[in-house]
């Protein structure tokens, strides 16, 4: 089965989480998940419960509020927050989406030194 096709109701969805449809659109308003839309229909992928699994392990196992996880994600990517091991994340969508790690962050260049900064 193919793991990127949308195929899965938001009804459906929640039910194989264990979660009500609304936690669902609760992080899908939060920007975490983005269903396929038609319509007024969501359908998700395997790899999109994969990642809820994980959302809800860092808020209802590490205690990381949505705000919070929205905040870290921009940072850092959801391995680091919950310390994922290795075997986990390799079979992990976020490890490799482009989407949710997030950009590398450059530090600015010292000034450079100008002469007359060395003479004191």
């Known amino acids: 089965m193919n793991e990127d096709k949308a195929l899965i109701t938001i009804g459906k969805a929640s039910e194989m989480l264990g979660v ?4 669902l659109r609760n992080y899908e308003d939060a920007g975490l998940i983005s269903p396929f839309r038609k319509g007024s229909w969501r359908y998700y992928t395997l790899r999109d419960l994969q990642w809820i699994e994980c959302l809800r392990k860092m808020i209802h196992e590490h205690g990381v509020s949505i705000n919070a996880v929205k905040k870290l994600l921009k940072f850092t990517p959801c391995w680091n927050i919950i310390e994922c091991p290795y075997e986990r994340r390799k079979h992990c969508s976020a490890f490799f989406s482009n989407t949710l790690v997030p950009k590398k962050i450059y530090r600015a260049a010292p000034p450079a030194l ?3 900064d060395l003479a004191a």
Do not use: E, F, K, S
Not at 20 to 23: A, S, Y
């Open 114 to 116: 100008q002469p007359d």
């Open 20 to 23: 009500h449809p609304r936690t």
